[in-house]
């Protein structure tokens, strides 16, 4: 071991990268945490969350499947922990985006380390309903998390994959994914609790902990690789888009201070003029008409191009799934989570060979009953244009009966 470090230090970026890579390769063969932990330590000294990017990225072009890369990621953050080099940065002020989700983390954190973890004591002395329902309001609260995930999801990831940073955004959805599901469980033992108290103890836990790890992943992985990676007009739209999703637990207590934003606004501002028409063949209409249209068709409309590029999304006043203004020009399977991106490129390969022009799917969301149906848009020649994705919520639609001939008063 004593070379490994006398050499460290003369290592090419290259080689520190393969010692990395082989390192996690020894994990995903099965191999424990203690066992590779010493080594593991000495080899990623001073490592950056930029050198873990890459690596990543690497692994998955060597044919290691992200789903092995997710499940091997709990294994990772324990060997990394207090390995990582602390970033110093600037941008980090109060109502930067990092910041809000910084003070994120510490509510999510008192939360489940102080909260949830006393009245699940609480509730392991005594389960009665009082006990349980206070506990589930805990639970409740935890899953305003998933706010705190959907902006990471919709917003920031949308810039790390522009700059060539895939994999960890595909990784970190995945476990984010797998913790809403365990949060969901949680409350469903105590929901429909029939006396087995080691089974609401498993299921909180296993919530509580994973829920925990990745506080530690994004505030020693996720932030400072995005805060190196970002620029400050990328930032501008992530905070921008933030309000339309939400926060958790806490809003921003400061506006933050936006040194470009007047140049960004109008910069996006040239694209689209109060004046601009757009020329049809069966009529015209101002582009401000054609949004305004766009937006009131009580549904969602997604565009994508035939490059699988998202162009365009309706912006009605109550949508179905959450859209924000990052995911213009990113590519539509790394705006779904990694357990479905493979049904949405499977989809649009169809529609682009000609195989099935259209295809529908229902769920029930809560009272809602959700039909989203795709398109597959073709020229006049038939030549695949894109794909238009169009979701509604048709729950009123089931109800209906008989006819309706005269106006509502």
Known sequence: MSELINNR???????????????????????SVQEVKEKFADVIAGVSPLEISRMEVQLVKDGLP??????????????????IEEIHHSEEIPGHPVYTMREENKALTELMEVTIKKDLEAFMEYDGDENRFKLIESINLLWDIDKHYSRKENLIFPFLE?????????????????????????KSSLINYAGDKDQVEASVKAAITQGLDMIFKE?????????????????IKVYEGSDEIGYSLIPPQTEWELKRVNVVRKEEEKGITESGFVRFETGVLSSKELELMLNHIPGDFTYVDKDDIVKYFSNGKERIFARTKAIIGRTVSNCHPPKSSHIVEQLV??????????????????????????????????EFMGTLEFSQDIAPLRLLEGEKRLMSE
């Open 219 to 235: 505030e020693s992985i996720l932030f400072p690789m995005c805060l190196e990676t970002l620029t400050e007009d990328e930032w």
């Open 162 to 186: 522009k700059a060539g940073i895939t994999a960890p955004p595909k990784v970190m959805w995945g476990v984010d994914d797998e913790i809403r599901e365990k949060i969901k469980a949680a």
């Open 349 to 382: 390969d169809d529609f682009r060979t000609g195989k099935k022009n259209s295809e529908s799917f229902w769920i029930q969301m809560g009272d809602k009953f959700i039909l989203i149906q795709y398109f597959a848009v073709r020229d006049d020649n038939g």
């Open 9 to 31: 230090k003369n290592m090419t970026d290259t080689e520190r990268q393969d010692k990395l890579k082989e390192v996690i390769m020894e994990l995903h063969a099965g191999k």
């Open 66 to 83: 992200i789903e092995e890369i997710q499940y091997l990621c709990d294994v990772h953050a324990e060997v990394f922990k207090g390995s």
